[in-house]
């Protein structure tokens, strides 16, 4: 009876505790042992093997079920890396930088074009002389200054790119920020559909108002479009909040966010499976509070999805990048599918 009582007493608690995980969403304890998952199933292995020992191979069977419980999030976190392109398939960088605050940003843009090209970069309020900077300078570097063909944008956005583009405009939903454009590119033979918006900052409760009316735009947007989609951006908002989360969007508009991060070799999983990774991703540095946000964005949809290369997508980290604004710049890569 004694062995029957304690092989049931191991299953119990570790079963317990394992399901208890589960509960982080609504219980902070249950997030904190949601960050133990590994130590959980190497007890409950443990704990199987007693009961072996014990004689007792049904509370075993069910300690491994436990273990195997605890090790599947674990394993999921460790996401494989996508199938490496086949050689010559086409491939897409799409890029954003907010230049809001910056002073020396055409050079420096220049310098990283150069140094790590992309196919299309977006840039969103920048000063006055960068459109004069750029177009003369940009061909250098085989880039072409492409400015919207219709619309109020005018200096607002200026889009350097070295792949051919199509509709270039101002985008037509209602409801979008003043510094937006949408535009068509192309991944191998499919057309790919791109805005980039910078949403009010919500310094105000007016502000913060008009700026959730942006994002909500967005969505109506993304919810309208036939051709794989990437947004991308300065949203003025975290993640975890209810507009951010109406521009992600749920079932066949749903996207999904790239987040990009710095490539300083990071690559280990967060101890616990439902949070991403603690790699840096912030983009944004506000320095009255002197804090650091992730407040920029290229998210893509589900069809764009199959295509995105995650080694190819990162938030730029260079010394001194701040003299270009005081947003970082964020790149996504996409190689077509053999289809």
Not at 188 to 216: K, S
Request: net charge neutral; charged share 20%.
């Amino acid at each position: 009876m004694l062995r029957i009582a304690a092989a049931r007493l191991l299953v119990s608690v570790a079963a317990a505790a394992s399901f208890a995980a589960f509960l982080g969403p609504w219980w902070w304890q249950g997030e904190l042992l949601a960050s133990f998952r590994p130590h959980l199933a190497a007890l409950a292995l443990v704990c199987a093997v007693v009961c072996l020992l014990l004689w007792r191979p049904l509370p075993a069977l069910g300690l491994v079920a436990v273990a195997a419980l605890n090790v599947a999030p674990v394993v999921l976190a460790y996401r494989g890396a996508p199938a490496p392109a086949q050689a010559g398939a086409p491939t897409l960088r799409i890029a954003h930088q907010n230049a809001q605050g910056g002073f020396g940003g055409p050079v420096r843009i220049l310098e990283h074009l150069q140094d790590d090209p992309t196919d299309v970069l977006v840039v969103l309020d920048p000063a006055p002389d960068w459109a004069v900077f750029l177009r003369d300078a940009a061909p250098v570097l085989g880039y072409e200054l492409v400015l919207p063909t219709s619309g109020a944008a005018d200096d607002r956005v200026l889009v350097l790119s070295r792949v051919p583009l199509l509709d270039v405009r101002a985008p037509q939903q209602a409801g979008l920020p003043p510094s937006a454009v949408e535009m068509t590119a192309t991944l191998g033979q499919e057309p790919v559909r791109l805005l980039a918006v910078h949403t009010r900052n919500p310094l105000t409760p007016e502000r913060w108002r008009l700026r959730n009316d942006q994002l909500h735009a967005i969505a109506r947007w993304v919810e309208d479009q036939q051709d794989p989609t990437v947004v991308l951006g300065d949203l003025n908002d975290t993640k975890d909040t209810k507009s951010t989360r109406a521009v992600l969007g749920r079932g066949k508009h749903a996207l999904v966010d790239t987040r990009p991060a710095e490539r300083n070799g990071d690559n280990r999983p967060n101890p616990n499976p439902r949070y991403d990774p603690r790699n840096i991703t912030w983009t944004h540095y506000y320095g009255k509070e002197d804090t650091y946000s992730r407040i920029d964005y290229l998210l893509i949809s589900r069809g764009m999805a199959r295509e995105w290369s995650r080694d190819e997508t990162y938030v730029l980290a260079l010394p001194n990048w701040s003299v270009a604004s005081d947003h970082r710049p964020i790149v996504a890569g996409f190689i077509a599918e053999d289809k």
